[in-house]
C-alpha cells in the first residue's frame, strides 16, 4: 500500500510551465470574446501568471510565443518575471499568421518561403538566449487541403533540411521539440501529423531534439498513454502540451473532459522516468480560454494535473506487478482504478498549508480581490490576443 505520507515528497517536484496566451483573448473561428481583465501587454500576461503561481506553487514559468510576445528588451523581461517570482520557459515560434505561409512554411514549394520560416526560427533562438529558455517548440501548420496539391514527399525533404539548419543553431544547452497535430488548419494531409513523423525527424537532428505531444491533436480514440510510453522508452519524449477535449483540438482545461485518460497519461509518465527532480520532461499547459475567467481557468488547470499526479503517483506498483506477474486481469485492474478512485483533496489540502500555501488556492484567488483590480485597472488599450 502506498499512502499519501509517501508520495509526499515527490509530489512537490511537479512544476507545470503556462502558456502566455492562455491570458489572452481566444475563441473559435466563429468569434473571439472580449473579456474584462484581458492583459494588454506581455508584462501583464506574465503579472496573471505569476499570481496562478503564488497560490499554487505549481507554474513556475510561462512559455511565450513569437511574435505575440515580440518586446524589445528581453533581458529586462526575463528580469521583470523574476521579480514576480516566475521565469521564461519555452520559446514558440510563429509561421501561421503570415500571408507568406498559406500554402506551408518549413514545406514550402517556395524556397524563399521556407528560408523566411528557418530565419524566423533563428530569431527565436535569439531571444532565447536572452530569456534563458532552454526550448524552441515548433508547430507547423502546413499541409494541403486537396490531393495532388503539394509533393507530400519533397515537403518532408524541406522540413528536414530546415529543422537540420534550426538544430545547428541552438546552443549547447537548448533543444528543439517538434509538435505534431492530425488536422487542422490542413484538412487531406498535414506535414507533421503524428508521433512517428515527428519521431523520425527529430531523430535525424540529434539528441537534443525531441517530440511533444499535444494531448489535443490525436484521433479520438487513440491510446495517448501508449504513444508517452513509447517515446519514453526510445529517449524522445521532450514535452506536453496538456489541454482536454471532446471533439478536436478543444483547448478545454486539461482533465476537465477526462480525468482518467489524464490519469493514464500520468501513471505511464511516472513509469517511464519522466517525472521527478531530475528529468527532462517538460510539462505545459496549451489551453485557451474562451468563456471562462482566465486565471481561475489556469489555477483549476494546474490543480487537476496535481490531483492526477497524487493519484498515479500512489499506484501500487508492486501489488500491480504481482497481479500481471500472476496473470490475475481483474486484480491488476482492480489496484489500478484504486489509485484512481483514491481522493485526495483533503490530504493535498494539508499538503499545500504545510508549505505555506493556501489550502484551497480556487477561493484563496477568488477571495484575494486579483481579479476585480485587474478587470479596474486594465481599461484601454488593446487586448492581448491570437494576433
Ligand atoms: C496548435 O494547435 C497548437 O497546439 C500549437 O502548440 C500552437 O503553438 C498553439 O496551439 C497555440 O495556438
Ligand atoms: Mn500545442
Not at 26 to 42: D, E, I, L, M, N
Request: aromatic letters at 10%.
Amino acid at each position: 500500500m502506498t499512502t499519501f505520507a509517501d508520495i509526499s515528497d515527490r509530489l512537490a517536484a511537479l512544476a507545470i510551465e503556462v502558456p502566455s496566451w492562455a491570458y489572452g483573448n481566444s475563441g473559435t473561428r466563429f468569434k473571439v470574446f472580449g473579456s474584462p481583465g484581458t492583459p494588454r501587454t506581455v508584462e501583464e500576461k506574465i503579472a496573471d501568471a505569476a499570481t496562478v503561481h503564488r497560490f499554487t506553487g505549481l507554474a513556475p514559468s510561462v512559455a511565450l510565443h513569437i511574435p505575440w510576445d515580440l518586446v524589445d528588451d528581453y533581458a529586462a523581461l526575463g528580469a521583470y518575471a523574476e521579480e514576480l517570482g516566475v521565469r521564461l520557459g519555452t520559446i514558440n515560434s510563429n509561421t501561421f499568421q503570415d500571408d507568406d505561409y498559406k500554402l506551408g512554411s518549413l514545406t514550402n514549394a517556395d524556397p524563399g518561403v521556407r528560408r523566411k520560416a528557418v530565419q524566423h526560427n533563428l530569431q527565436c533562438i535569439e531571444v532565447m538566449n536572452q530569456t534563458g529558455s532552454r526550448d524552441l517548440k515548433i508547430w507547423l501548420a502546413d499541409g494541403t487541403n486537396y490531393p495532388g496539391q503539394g509533393d507530400i514527399r519533397d515537403r518532408q525533404d524541406w522540413l528536414a533540411e530546415g529543422l537540420a539548419e534550426i538544430y545547428a543553431s541552438l546552443g549547447e544547452d537548448q533543444r528543439l521539440v517538434l509538435e505534431y497535430k492530425f488536422f487542422e488548419p490542413a484538412f487531406y494531409h498535414t506535414d507533421v501529423p503524428d508521433w512517428g513523423t515527428s519521431y523520425v525527424q527529430v531523430s535525424a537532428l540529434g539528441d537534443r531534439a525531441k517530440v511533444c505531444l499535444d494531448t489535443g491533436h490525436h484521433a479520438p480514440g487513440t491510446n495517448i498513454e501508449f504513444i508517452v510510453a513509447q517515446l519514453l522508452r526510445l529517449g524522445k519524449l521532450g514535452s506536453f502540451d496538456f489541454n482536454s477535449r471532446f471533439y478536436g483540438d478543444d483547448d478545454l482545461i486539461v482533465g476537465a473532459a477526462d480525468p482518467y485518460q489524464l490519469f493514464r497519461i500520468l501513471v505511464e509518465v511516472i513509469r517511464g522516468g519522466g517525472f521527478g527532480p531530475d528529468n527532462d520532461v517538460a510539462l505545459m499547459l496549451d489551453q485557451c480560454h474562451n468563456i471562462e475567467a482566465k486565471v481561475p481557468g489556469q489555477i483549476r488547470s494546474v490543480l487537476n494535473v496535481q490531483e492526477m499526479t497524487a493519484r498515479a503517483l500512489l499506484l501500487d506498483t508492486e501489488a500491480l506487478a504481482a497481479a500481471r506477474r500472476s496473470g490475475d486481469v481483474l486484480a491488476a485492474n482492480e489496484v489500478f482504478m484504486d489509485a484512481f478512485y483514491t481522493d485526495v483533496r483533503a490530504d493535498l489540502a494539508a499538503w499545500r498549508e504545510e508549505r505555506g500555501l493556501p489550502a484551497d488556492p480556487m477561493r484563496a484567488y477568488l477571495a484575494s480581490g486579483y481579479q476585480q483590480e485587474i478587470e479596474s485597472a486594465r481599461v484601454g488599450g488593446a487586448q492581448a490576443g491570437w494576433s
